[in-house]
């Protein structure tokens, strides 16, 4: 079957536009692959988790019999350390859980020092 001498000529210019469509829609139109999404979500979910349960743990730590010199350790503890600090209390443990998770006792370690 023979085509006509302007299909080259088309073709080549679909694909080239076909190319510049994905390169365009990727980098500068923000279009996503479903890993990326996916990876956006997941941080998402944990970072809304995280500010809902800090609250909780806070709570836990002010309404601890020794409050007064727990915030003193805590606030004598590096600040990179404080979340294994509020982990090892058990403060704001979530019932069927093991221990808090690394961002929310990030978060729940700067509203008690804030505070």
Known sequence: MKFPPQTEAASWGAIGGAVLLAVIG?????????GKSEA????????????ALAP???????RDANYAANLVELQ???????PAYLEKGGWGRM?????????????????????
């Not at 956006?40 to 500010?51: D, E, M, P, S, Y």
């Not at 909780?56 to 002010?62: E, I």
Request: proline share 2%; with cysteine.
């Open 26 to 34: 990727f980098n500068v139109a923000d279009w996503q692959t479903a």
């Open 40 to 51: 956006l979500g997941t941080k998402r979910v944990t970072a809304a988790v995280a500010a």
């Open 56 to 62: 909780v743990c806070a709570d836990a730590f002010r």
């Open 76 to 82: 004598k503890t590096d600040e990179w350390s404080r």
């Open 95 to 115: 019932p069927d859980t093991a221990k808090l998770d690394n961002d929310t006792s990030r978060s729940c370690a700067a509203l008690l020092v804030k505070a």
